[in-house]
């Protein structure tokens, strides 16, 4: 009878081991597309600094705030760079590539509940009057919660 007992405790104990051992793989949390989405949409977001191609451009985009929500963004002061209204999605599953409806793409190359920083490439610039509207080149945009 001890036999049988000890076979069964045994038994049972490799079935609870495999059972827990194939559970650590899965992950129940949200994908990063949905934790960078709640991210972007928790705030209005103000720039702190902008570069092109690593030189100091802040005072072209002063007064700059991006606010976005699940499907469109909205922004002030961003010139032909940052149009005033549009949608967005991302094109990739780690959530760090967006696409806005200008067809700009737009890379987060950080997030999280306070800061944002996102790089886009603009192949040209434009002029309005009396001033330079956006030069062309790789534009690094820091952004703060507002």
Same mark, same amino acid.
């Given at each position: ?17 495999? /059972? ?76 760090? !590539? ?9 890379? !987060?190359?950080? !997030? ?19 001033? !330079? ?5 790789? /534009? ?7």
């Amino acid at each position: 009878m001890k036999k049988i007992f000890n076979l069964i405790f045994v038994f049972s104990s490799m079935v609870l081991l495999v /059972h827990l051992t194939g559970c650590g793989g899965s992950s129940s949390g949200p994908a990063a597309k949905e934790v960078n989405t709640q991210k972007l949409i928790a705030n209005t977001w103000k720039l702190s600094t902008v570069t092109v191609d690593a030189v100091d451009k802040t005072v072209l985009y002063a007064g700059l705030t991006v606010k976005f929500t699940a499907t469109s963004y909205t922004s002030t002061s961003g010139g032909v760079v940052w149009p005033a209204t549009g949608t967005w999605s991302f094109t990739d599953e780690a959530g760090k !590539i967006i696409k806005r409806s200008d067809n700009q793409e737009i890379t !987060i190359t950080e !997030i999280s509940d306070t800061a944002l920083k996102l790089t886009l490439t603009r192949t040209q610039g434009s002029y309005g009057p009396d001033r !330079i509207e956006s030069v062309a080149g790789v /534009h690094v945009f820091s952004l703060v919660k507002q």
